[in-house]
């Protein structure tokens, strides 16, 4: 409940950010929403001596489209995200996942950049990156570098973000004809993380399936691609959904805790998958 | 002037809002004096260990650190946490450990700092060298022989066995056509109140006055307890409740903080503050329920329920706080529920385990009578194949038996408990509602129809019911004071934290003044200001509270009239109170200013033979008896068989707490406790592991429901007034929480009946919904 002492400065670009994160290496945490940073601060499970807000970096918190990509700065709170007039049309998807986040005061500090960068494995925006295979800018005192989603997630807590660097956009192709996206998730009772979440992306040509694309969050270490439910259902029509979903839990070890064991949750995952996926389907036909 | 309005029986929004919504209330972490200190207890992480030794210096040594002590520091100068409740073994409590620690949040050592943070530096450099000890989480194996033993003194973990035979429930055992037995837990839960508990405590040392501003249910009865345990005398001891941001039974306790706070206050002569953090307060706040019962059932196959017979286990945790022990009582002699079964034994033993202590939690003791009462007419229901609503109707006891002695020995006051049945089953659309359930389970869905019928006890109630070692009884006290002005000061001895007696006792004392409800305050929670009062807990302050605020406005009606009475020249009997005015009830055009009679007693100018001076009255009332409310609610699930997850589509209360003096309020605590009682049923749930780790210390692991977790709730009531006091309340805190346990529960059930499965243990968590029906398929 009450953090180490640590000296806290304020910046307003990334590049002051950066300075401040190479002059005290280890020692500096960057500070975006808090809500993942300061409550781990509180437990004293993290005691960093320097904090580097870059609450004031005002352009990392802009959503913009730009040749048929839509641009999110690291800094857009999920409520932002949420309510994007840009996003609910082009990715409307990412829209509902953000919606689904917390409660809403979580979603009013909470960013996109945070959440990803902390990649808790119960965080909801991973499963949606992965499907909607989102690319993210890192940003260091070098210059910038791109890193797809199916590369970004690592480990638990741990993703391709180096010390010294931020992310500080994210950015998603639009959603185009023909595809459609669900984000399902089922909700932890207390935490409200996603004890299974799924994200379905879906492009069909005529009635089958063109390109497939599942991101899955909770039941592992880490959010992952269900590569061999997507390989079960290329070129298929919808009738192969049932079968292919019973392969969403393949190969992972699954998370269990005293609210769900890892047989239920990899249950979850592959109910989840095929409902992601039929609603998925009928969203395109819609 | 304006015709003063009736108060009771109108939907007056609560009065204390503006000032908590607008943050202007004062809770105790808004107590800032001069000087004030900081203190935080260090916790054990272990269920059970020996504690070799603890190293308090280099705490002490930290800049800005006061004082630094541990359990060793404080023998003989601070007695032991209180129990009142009569058990065989009663250890002996220390506010902090002594050699020994029996529970993980079990304090260890206090730091006082200049704040916080600084404090939490001393307490990450105190050390302490435990030597774990093996554990027993689970109260059945801790009566195992070779568990291990939490009090060597005792060589046993049995707390206390009580048993209530009854030689007529073998015969009836034996004459039924049927024997059902099954086994219940009520789990363990978590009050969870938002405003976690706090102490702050001031020493003056000049006048030797100690003033504890503490977050509690019960001003009067912790200030004598602490008054014990620091050895000081009660009239040197101010206790403060300001704003309590919920309790629900956890603050009807007398802590070690209250004490140790003090403590500390006293010996470093500054202020201190305490405020618990969460994972203390699910950590160390005593806990509620947590208990096994063994239930028998002799039952008929035209659904007659002859007899019942429970063997419980009740787990009491660590150590006894203030009722622990007696807790459990209720849930004995209440398991008839609202039935005429004839005859009931039971026998309950309490016992030791490495976890927190159980105590009062919102039903305390009576949400597990109903439960077990309404699993027994499902079980038989189901058991010969009957309609659940026509099993109840069969066993109910009739409108015409009141007042009703039960098997539990107690008398119920009134009741008419069809009523509300039929009420509930006409709201829902009952027939209607079966068949659309039967039409669902032809498409292969899942839907399920709860019934609870309950009876609870409440406004408890004659003095013999309380333990004879709490400092009080079952009455309550009440000051009404009309000031020179006019204006109306009640001073209660009830401390409402929520229930919103400053508006419900306003109304009362505006319409039987003939008053404006703005003319009225109402002070509690300080017992410097309101005479020696019991509290607020068990549904009780308007059903106790309110006849002893009737007793002293009718002390002051009556000396009114008297002072009218000479006057007008009237005889008092021939005036009452109308709109400011005292009048003759046949002629209203002769009257008195209500003002004129007022300035009458307050200057006395007219000396009046037999009437002393003041318009000021206080009043002890005891009740003769307590009081039953009742009601059924119904609930519509849908359970999606695949993910195990609970869907309400309906849900119905309709409660009976007899006169309602204020229908907001009434529905307002019908709706929380409803929601309190679908959190036992499908979320919340206190859990240790084998070892006694706490694995639901925080809120991000205990499932509070939130609002979406909920249904809508269709509200609805009928009004038997009770026989038991003048004004006819029976209490309304609890009994949203005890019909809604079981009625979520019956609902889930009954939703899966069709696949067999009769019993699952609550929480009903998906994992457990979905494991249920996966092994019912593969059967
Ligand atoms: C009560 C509660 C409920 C929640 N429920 C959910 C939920 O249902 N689903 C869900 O997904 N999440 C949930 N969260 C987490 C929430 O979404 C967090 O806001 C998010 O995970 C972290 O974002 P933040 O901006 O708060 O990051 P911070 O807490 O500020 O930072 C988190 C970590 O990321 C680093 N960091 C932050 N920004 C950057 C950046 N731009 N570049 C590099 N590193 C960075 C920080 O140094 C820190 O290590 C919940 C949180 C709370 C408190």
């Known amino acids: 409940m009450f953090p180490a002492s640590f000296e806290y400065h304020r910046v307003s670009s990334v590049k002051d950010a950066l300075a401040l994160l190479s002059q005290f290496g280890d020692e500096a945490k960057i500070l975006a929403g808090g809500h993942s940073l300061l409550p781990m601060m509180k437990l004293r499970l993290a005691q960093p001596a320097h904090l580097v807000d870059i609450g004031a970096v005002h352009e990392l918190a802009q959503i913009q489209e730009q040749g048929g990509r839509i641009l999110i700065g690291g800094l857009a709170t ?65 210059g910038k570098r791109k890193v797809k989603a199916a590369d970004f997630f690592l480990d ?39 004890t299974v979440g799924v994200a379905a992306v879906v492009t069909l040509k005529g009635t089958n399936f063109d390109k497939v694309r599942v991101g899955i969050t909770g039941l592992g270490a880490k959010a992952f691609r269900a590569s061999s439910v997507e390989k079960a259902l290329a070129g298929k029509a919808s009738d192969a959904i049932a079968a292919a979903a019973s392969h969403a839990a393949d190969g992972v070890d699954a998370t269990s805790d005293t609210y769900a064991s890892g047989e239920f949750r990899a249950e979850l995952a592959r109910v989840y998958t095929r409902r992601a996926l039929e609603q998925a389907v009928a969203r395109v036909k819609a | 002037m304006a015709v003063v309005p009736k108060f009771v029986g109108e939907r007056i929004k609560r009065r204390e809002d503006p000032r908590l919504i607008t943050g202007t209330g004062q809770y105790v972490d808004d107590v800032r004096l001069p000087g004030m200190l900081t203190a935080l207890v260090l916790r054990s992480p272990y269920a059970h260990a020996k504690i070799n030794s603890i190293k308090l210096d280099a705490a002490q040594k930290v800049p800005g650190v006061v004082a630094v002590l541990c359990g060793d520091d404080l023998k003989d100068k601070v007695g032991s946490v209180p129990c009142v409740a009569p058990a065989e073994h009663v250890p002996y409590h220390p506010v902090l450990a002594q050699g020994k620690v029996r529970f993980v949040g079990e304090g260890v050592a206090v730091a ?43 060589k046993t973990n049995s707390v206390t066995l009580a048993s209530v035979p009854n030689p ?29 508990r706090g102490v702050v405590a001031r020493w003056e040392p000049g006048y030797k006055q100690l003033t504890i501003w503490s977050s509690t249910q019960i001003p009067h009865l912790m200030r004598s307890q602490v008054a014990d345990m620091l050895k000081l005398g009660e009239n040197k001891i101010h206790v403060i409740a300001p704003e309590v941001g919920g309790g629900f039974g956890a603050k009807l306790n007398v802590y070690a903080e209250e004490a140790l706070i003090s403590h500390l206050a006293i010996t470093l002569k500054r202020p201190v503050k305490w405020i618990e953090r969460r994972r203390e307060n699910l950590s160390g706040t005593t806990h509620g329920r947590d208990q096994i019962v063994y239930l028998e059932i002799a039952a008929n196959k035209d659904g007659e329920v002859l007899a019942l017979k429970g063997r419980f286990i009740c787990d009491m945790g660590a150590y006894l706080q203030l009722l622990t022990p007696a807790i459990p009582g209720f849930s004995g002699l209440m398991m008839t529920g609202c039935y005429k079964i004839p005859a009931l034994a039971f026998d309950q033993q309490m016992v030791f385990t490495n976890k927190m202590a159980t105590d009062a939690y919102r039903g305390a003791g009576r949400p597990e009578a109903a439960f077990i009462a309404e699993r027994t007419m499902e079980a038989v229901a189901s058991e010969f194949n009957l309609d659940p609503a026509d099993v109840r109707r069969k066993n109910f006891i009739a409108k015409a038996s009141f007042p009703a002695p ?25 027939n209607k509602t079966r068949a659309e359930q039967a039409a669902a389970a032809k498409e292969g869905r899942y839907i399920g129809i709860g019934i609870a019928s309950y009876v609870e006890i409440c406004g408890i109630g004659p003095s013999a019911l309380l333990p004879p070692k709490l400092k009080g009884g079952g009455w309550e006290s009440c000051t009404v004071r009309i000031e020179p002005d006019g204006k109306v000061t009640v001073l209660t001895g009830v401390s409402p934290h929520g229930q919103g007696q400053e508006t419900t006792f306003a109304q009362i004392v505006a319409d039987e003044l003939g008053i404006d409800i703005d003319d009225v305050t109402v002070v509690h929670g300080d017992t410097a200001l309101v005479p020696y009062g019991i509290g607020t807990f068990g549904s009780r302050g308007t059903t106790v509270g309110g006849p002893a605020l009737m007793m002293s406005v009718g002390k002051l009606q009556a000396k009114m009239k008297r002072i009218a009475s000479t006057m007008m020249e009237v005889p008092p009997e021939q005036l009452e109170f109308r709109n400011r005015t005292i009048a003759m009830a046949s002629d209203a055009s002769k009257s008195i200013a209500l003002q004129t009679v007022i300035e ?76 309190q009682g679908i959190a036992q049923a499908l979320y919340e749930e206190v859990k240790y592991d084998e070892g006694g780790q706490l694995l639901s ?17 269709e509200l609805l009531s009928t009004v038997t007034p009770s026989p038991v006091n003048s004004l006819g309340v029976k209490g309304v805190g609890e009994a949203g929480t005890i019909g809604a346990t079981p009625c979520a529960y019956n609902a889930v059930l009954d939703a899966l009946k069709r696949l067999g499965i009769r019993d699952l243990d609550m929480p009903l968590k998906p994992e457990t919904i979905w494991r249920a029906i996966r092994d019912a398929k593969k059967a």
Request: proline share 6%; hydrophobic share 45%.
């Open chain 2, 600 to 675: 009458a007693a307050y200057g006395y100018k007219t000396v009046i033979e037999g009437v002393e001076p003041g318009l000021d009255a206080t009043s002890f009332y005891e009740p003769s008896a307590c009081t039953f409310p009742f009601g059924t609610h119904v609930a519509v699930v849908e359970v999606d068989s695949q993910t195990g997850q609970v869907k309400f589509l309906r849900y119905v209360a309709v409660d009976d707490c007899g006169k309602v003096i204020s229908p907001l309020l009434v529905e307002g605590q019908i709706q929380g406790g409803i929601a």
């Open chain 1, 78 to 142: 999920h409520h932002s995200v949420e309510t994007s007039s840009i996003v609910k049309a082009k990715l409307p998807i990412l829209a509902e996942c953000a919606a689904l986040i917390g409660d809403i005061q979580v979603r009013n500090r909470g960013t996109i950049g945070g959440s990803l960068a902390h990649a808790d494995p119960a965080a909801d925006y991973p499963a949606a990156a992965l499907a909607l295979e989102a690319e993210m800018t890192l940003e260091n005192p070098g």
């Open chain 1, 156 to 194: 638990l807590l741990t993703t391709a973000v180096q010390a010294g660097e931020i992310l500080t956009q994210v950015s998603f192709a639009a959603l185009g004809a023909g595809t459609g996206g669900v984000y399902l998730k089922h909700r932890h009772p207390a935490s409200g993380f996603a």
């Open chain 2, 112 to 154: 006082v700092a200049s704040d916080a943070y600084i404090a939490q530096d001393a307490l990450d450099q105190i050390e302490v060298d435990y030597d774990p000890l093996e554990a027993v989480t689970d109260p059945e194996q801790a009566l195992e022989a070779g568990a291990p033993i939490l009090h060597d003194e005792f």
């Open chain 2, 697 to 713: 210390a925080t809120l991000m692991d205990y499932a509070v429901p939130k609002a979406n977790m909920l249904p809508h709730y």
């Open chain 2, 168 to 196: 007529a429930v073998d015969e009836a055992m034996n004459k039924a056509d049927k024997v059902i037995r099954f086994r219940i837990h009520n789990q363990r839960l978590a009050p969870v109140p938002m405003e976690p």
């Open chain 2, 406 to 430: 039960t098997a539990g020995g107690l008398v119920y006051d009134s009741g008419d408990y069809e009523l509300t049945l039929n009420k509930a089953l006409d709201q829902i659309d009952y």
